[in-house]
């Protein structure tokens, strides 16, 4: 809460432009009562696009209504107590608690300045096992399809439920939890506006395609091999679908019955939903960062000196990067440019890999 609200005064200060990405979830829910396309620049109110859900909006409204300040910093606090809650929900002993929460903090500090819904993201990943794991298919069911109606990618989550009973159950409440999250902007705009933003959403997310190549694999490949096109952003990320899908069936068996192996998993979206991701940023990174505490907390004992060399390697080269421990110039002339935030996380996802399909027998077995 003591990082947000400095956070908070800092960017306040600094004028408009320092939290530009706040101002664009504000405007939204206005530019939505005024039936305007949420998905267009407004050059005259921020720097960029508004890329969220429509729901969105409305969910951000009681941010949009309040002053700058106040709003703002409550913002960012409540970012940060979700994530410090999310943690503490997860079925693992206080020490793991206490390790994470720490781990975690310089990533939640940059996902901070940039004021996005990263940690709200991570958090709602964390709740979602947190509750399969309790056996409540009900409220688990609610965090993914919330996270879809952030940002999509969110829906990620829901793929966790394979490996837990009820699985009829959590369906009928994903669809029940999507319809009602869904329909939230109905009553503010009437029927015919309601679905032209839906239009409107799926037009942008279809354009935002074509943006960039992301802090994300299909980067790294860009950077070090300047052919590689839009077209191979697609055929890396089906190839990034297969391992999903290879990775989910051979550890299906074993997944059901372990719960470090579901804790894995877990790890696993996490890195992947970033890794893949073609709009992934720097303040992203939050969210595959989890992945990699996890991945330490499972293996710290049978990978040992491994383990704590990958989350080391994680912390100087991937959190610490965009921080001033080291020169401007380092970060602006090789860091930034080469993703070398990147490469550990990259290298933690390919360890975890290479162990969850080594390491299971296929579901058939």
């Known amino acids: 809460m003591l990082l947000s609200v400095i956070i908070g005064v800092q960017h306040f200060v600094g004028g408009p432009l320092k939290y530009n990405n706040f101002v664009i979830f504000r405007q939204s829910f206005f530019h939505l009562l005024s039936e305007k396309n949420l998905h267009l620049t407004y050059p005259e109110e921020y720097v960029d696009i508004f890329l969220y859900h429509p729901t969105f909006s409305v969910l951000f409204s009681p941010f949009s209504v309040l002053p700058v300040l106040p709003s703002l910093l409550l913002w960012l606090i409540g970012c940060s107590l979700l994530m410090?809650?999310?943690?503490?929900?997860?079925?693992?002993?206080?020490?793991h608690k206490e390790f994470f929460w720490w781990y975690i903090l310089v990533e939640l500090v940059t996902a901070l300045h940039g004021q996005q819904t990263n940690p709200i993201i991570a958090a709602l990943g964390l709740f979602?096992?947190?509750?399969?794991?309790?056996?409540n298919a009900k409220w688990a069911a609610l965090f993914p399809v919330l996270a879809f109606c952030i940002k999509g990618y969110g829906v990620i989550f829901a793929a966790l439920f394979l490996f837990y009973p009820k699985r009829g159950q959590y369906i009928l409440y994903s669809l029940m939890w999507a319809l009602v999250?869904?329909?939230?902007?109905?009553p503010i705009v009437g029927l015919d506006h309601f679905i032209q933003i839906y239009k409107d959403w799926v037009v942008c997310l279809i354009d935002d395609h074509k943006v960039n190549y992301g802090f994300s694999i299909m980067g790294l490949i860009k950077v070090w091999w300047d052919p590689f096109t839009e077209k191979g952003v697609t055929y890396v990320q089906y190839v990034g679908v297969g391992l999903f899908?290879?990775?989910?069936?051979?550890?299906?068996?074993?997944?059901v019955r372990s719960e470090s192996r579901r804790f894995l998993l877990l790890a696993y979206a996490f890195l992947w939903v970033i890794l893949f991701n073609h709009a992934a940023e720097s303040p992203t990174f939050i969210i595959a960062v989890q992945?990699?505490?996890?991945?330490?907390?499972?293996?710290?004992?049978?990978?040992?000196?491994?383990?704590?060399?990958?989350?080391?390697g994680v912390f100087w080269f991937s959190m610490m990067v965009p921080t001033d421990i080291?020169?401007?110039?380092?970060?602006?002339d090789f860091l930034q440019p080469y993703l070398i935030k990147v490469i550990p996380c990259f290298i933690v996802w390919t360890v975890l890999q290479v162990q969850l399909l080594l390491h299971a027998k296929p579901a058939n077995s």
């Open 84 to 95: 410090f809650y999310a943690i503490k929900s997860l079925p693992v002993s206080q020490d």
């Open 128 to 135: 979602t096992y947190s509750f399969l794991e309790k056996r």
């Open 181 to 186: 999250l869904a329909l939230i902007p109905l």
């Open 245 to 255: 899908a290879l990775t989910w069936l051979f550890n299906f068996s074993e997944g």
């Open 291 to 312: 992945g990699v505490a996890i991945f330490y907390i499972v293996n710290k004992t049978n990978m040992k000196p491994w383990a704590t060399v990958l989350i080391w």
């Open 326 to 332: 080291y020169p401007l110039s380092w970060r602006h």
